[in-house]
Nanobody
């Protein structure tokens, strides 16, 4: 079994920063790509940022210049550094990964989500 576990969410004032972490565990052979999505109340889940195994990244226009996605030195981890946070960044943030595991050559896995609230 493969699990993705997020951490680092919370309440922050506008203009503040947060760092989200996601760690994959279980029978993982390799990870092709990892990403962060978010879903605000009443809205569809949207891609925030993604990073491939080679380090290529892409970002939603709404977060470019403020958020940075990176792969960790610890295997199977990904981070999202969020700076200059705005109230419209408030959402549940989900970790996503395309994984080669013991049970499948390529499957998509999701974490359980972590709440980020930007409010004064």
């Amino acid at each position: 079994q493969v699990q993705l576990v997020e951490s680092g969410g919370g309440l922050v004032q506008p203009g503040g920063s947060l760092r989200l972490s996601c760690a994959g565990s279980g029978s993982i052979f390799s990870i092709y790509a990892m990403a962060w999505y978010r879903q605000a109340p009443g809205k569809q889940r949207e891609l925030v940022a993604a990073i491939t195994s080679s380090g290529s990244t892409n970002y939603a226009d709404s977060v470019k210049g403020r958020f940075t996605i990176s792969r960790g030195n610890v295997k199977n981890t990904v981070y999202l550094q969020m700076n200059s946070l705005k109230p419209e960044d408030t959402a549940v943030y989900f970790c996503n990964a395309d994984i080669h595991s013991i049970s499948s050559p390529r499957s998509t896995f999701w974490g359980q989500g972590t709440q980020v609230t930007v409010s004064s």
